[in-house]
């Protein structure tokens, strides 16, 4: 398939990556070139520096031919409307759009839009992590497999700040679950006895 990645940060370069691997045919669309070095030397798609926004960056990334377009920028409202153009200008048959905020992404499912949301998707595992017996969750992104695991914190954190409890090597300190309501980790935050820490860590 030809697949357009508007985006080349991180989540972009590691689904550009994945899907070049996979043998399609994968362009790169970013403002900021120096972005690319994030692909690799391995890379063997394509990369355009300019605009999303531009129909002539588009076509130049074969939007004409295209038969998916992610659209996976940190601004909602870029993704949005390059949706928008691929789907309603170009015909392109799949347009992914990556939305933040849960209820702008539900309006724009509801305008026919393929979202992902990912704060949606973080409460949903968070939610599984306290409901499950297991102890701890993984979860493929990118190239990484992570581990989402709660734990009871050591006596030395109890009263400590995030911000001066240093986890181990590929891990940090994801939220705090105090009774059930899970917080997300912040420098400020403090850790209570009876507390469960959510750590995030490489496999």
Same mark, same amino acid.
């Given at each position: 398939?030809?697949?357009?990645?508007?985006?080349?940060?991180?989540?972009? #370069?590691?689904?550009?990556?994945?899907?070049?691997?996979?043998?399609?045919?994968?362009?790169?669309?970013?403002?900021?070139?120096?972005?690319?070095?994030?692909?690799?030397?391995?890379?063997?798609?394509?990369?355009?520096?300019?605009?999303?926004?531009?129909?002539?960056?588009?076509?130049?990334?074969?939007?004409?031919?295209?038969?998916?377009?992610?659209?996976?920028?940190?601004?909602?409202?870029?993704?949005?409307?390059?949706?928008?153009?691929?789907?309603?200008?170009?015909?392109?048959?799949?347009?992914?759009?990556?939305?933040?905020?849960?209820?702008? #992404?539900?309006?724009?499912?509801?305008?026919?839009?393929?979202?992902?949301?990912?704060?949606?998707?973080?409460?949903?595992?968070?939610?599984?992590?306290?409901?499950?017996?297991?102890?701890?969750?993984?979860?493929?992104?990118?190239?990484?497999?992570?581990?989402?695991?709660?734990?009871?914190?050591?006596?030395?954190?109890?009263?400590?700040?995030?911000? #001066?409890?240093?986890?181990?090597?590929? #891990?940090?300190?994801?939220?705090?679950?105090?009774?059930?309501?899970?917080?997300?980790?912040?420098?400020?935050?403090?850790?209570?006895?009876?507390?469960?820490?959510?750590?995030?860590?490489?496999?």
């Amino acid at each position: 398939m030809h697949i357009i990645v508007i985006g080349c940060n991180k989540v972009g #370069s590691n689904l550009a990556k994945a899907l070049s691997e996979e043998g399609h045919d994968v362009v790169v669309i970013d403002s900021n070139p120096e972005n690319f070095d994030q692909l690799g030397s391995g890379f063997n798609g394509i990369t355009i520096s300019g605009v999303p926004l531009d129909e002539d960056i588009l076509r130049s990334a074969g939007i004409e031919r295209a038969n998916v377009l992610a659209a996976v920028t940190p601004d909602d409202n870029m993704n949005v409307v390059v949706s928008q153009i691929a789907r309603d200008i170009f015909n392109v048959p799949r347009a992914i759009t990556r939305v933040y905020d849960p209820e702008r #992404s539900l309006v724009f499912q509801q305008m026919g839009f393929t979202t992902i949301c990912p704060t949606n998707l973080v409460v949903a595992q968070v939610k599984n992590i306290i409901s499950q017996s297991s102890s701890s969750i993984w979860q493929s992104f990118g190239n990484k497999d992570v581990s989402l695991r709660y734990t009871a914190p050591d006596k030395k954190f109890i009263g400590k700040f995030i911000k #001066s409890i240093v986890p181990n090597y590929n #891990s940090f300190i994801f939220g705090v679950i105090k009774g059930n309501e899970f917080i997300f980790a912040t420098p400020n935050l403090k850790v209570d006895d009876g507390d469960t820490m959510v750590v995030a860590e490489y496999l």
